[in-house]
């Protein structure tokens, strides 16, 4: 006699990934561990797939490329699936080296290094934390041992625009702050870096070095 109990449905998982490698290897990750996925690119796709595909949770690359971030896009799902578990994927250990504030992510929104999704395991058991009402238990972007947590938000800033290329007179238009301000927080980064200002190493080109090797090159705003 067959058994009227039906196996439970696979969990719906969206991930919007604009590079095909990465989203490939993903797809492929997730789906061997019971999840259907549906992969899109960008933010637009993902507002259509949201209302089609429906699904439980979604995995968003920050960088989407030209048009709205991954931040962009979670607000936007927060707001109109706000049913739908929300984790951003970036190559960069904080919100604050790509560019974003708490302000631009919503509530109960996970943050994953990209360098933690080669294990399974880890990339699994985050998922498992957001779809169990858990995403403040993945916040990578909170652990104190990440690069540049000795930092403040404003140093952060400030060290992502030198790394822009920026002379002290645009960082101070671009923050709203006097030069002599500007000035002031840039000896603060080299000390708190533990960077020297004197002998045959230009500060300003080290603090960039190390900006750059953990964050790559930032984006123009």
Known sequence: ???????????????????DLTAATISELLTS???????????????????????????????LGPGPTGADLALALSRSAPHVGLML????????TAGLTRDDVPPGCAFLRKDQIGDARELVAAIEAVLGDRADEVRSDQDPTRPFAELTDKQVNVLRLLALGMTNDAIARDMGAG??????WIASIFRAL????????????????????????????
């Open 33 to 63: 561990h019971g999840f259907l996925v549906e992969t899109v690119p960008g933010a637009a796709e993902a507002q259509r797939s949201a209302q089609d595909f429906d699904p439980d949770v979604a995995l968003i690359d920050v960088s």
């Open 179 to 184: 030069l002599s301000t500007i000035e002031r």
């Open 194 to 221: 533990d960077i020297p200002t004197s002998g045959d190493i230009n500060p300003r080109i080290e603090a960039v070095r190390r900006y750059v090797a953990v964050a790559g090159l930032p984006e123009n705003d």
């Open 1 to 19: 006699m067959a058994s009227d109990q039906q196996s439970p449905s696979p969990r719906r998982l969206l991930l919007v990934e604009d590079d």
């Open 89 to 96: 994927l970036t190559r960069h250990p904080d919100l604050r």
